[in-house]
């Protein structure tokens, strides 16, 4: 078992993560989360991942303010492309990297389908410390095994089912919940119905130490 990560919940699919040997990991900070919060209460950020370019993930306003604050940023090359000219390091399909301490190991997981059925933009997920998988819009994570999962509850095509099927199929044993904020579902129903994980509900703001 590793050591505890400190996980701190924000809206939709924002998380930071601290741990006592490394720095301050930032997650997704989407527009839910920016506008709801300063980047101010994500405290001294060593370095920003995002999953894919959709807003309710990437802001590019915030994360300009985040590397003028001299934050370390990574994304895929979809993200890459879309922030221009911005100082985004790659982290592609595959790669492995220390980011601010943790190891991060970048597995590109396909969006889930649009409203419309369409395919979404490119989505890569991150594994940190071997211990978290944040699958940022990913429903199917067939081979990885994580023993903790930040967990899709909702989307244009997700259902309970498929956060019940992606905890099961990565083996985690703790999920918290996210990404119901867009689209409204309900995470504390989603605690009683998983039956294969225990599934942790946090408020916004709200921090809790896990290490799976």
Known sequence: MGAP???????????????????RLLLDPGLPAVRAYDVD???????????????????????????????????????RVAAGDEPVQPLDDGDEADVAGYTVRAIDLEHMPMVNGAPGPQNTAFLIDGT??????????S????????????????????AYRLTEQVGARQAIAIHYD???SDPERFARECDVAEVVVLDDGQAVDLSG
Request: charged content about 25%; glycine content about 8%.
């Open 5 to 23: 990560l400190r996980i701190t919940k924000y809206p939709q699919s924002c998380l930071v993560i601290e741990k006592d040997d490394g720095g």
């Open 41 to 79: 209460a994500f405290g001294s950020v060593d370095a920003v991942l995002y999953t894919h370019r959709h807003p309710d993930h990437w802001d590019p306003d915030s994360m300009r303010e985040l590397i003028d604050r001299h934050a370390e940023v990574y994304g895929n090359a979809d993200l």
């Open 132 to 141: 978290l998988l944040h699958p940022g819009d990913g429903l199917d994570a």
């Open 143 to 162: 081979g990885l095994r994580a023993p903790l999962l930040a967990v899709p509850l909702a989307g244009p095509s997700a259902s309970m089912r498929d």
């Open 182 to 184: 867009v689209f409204p």
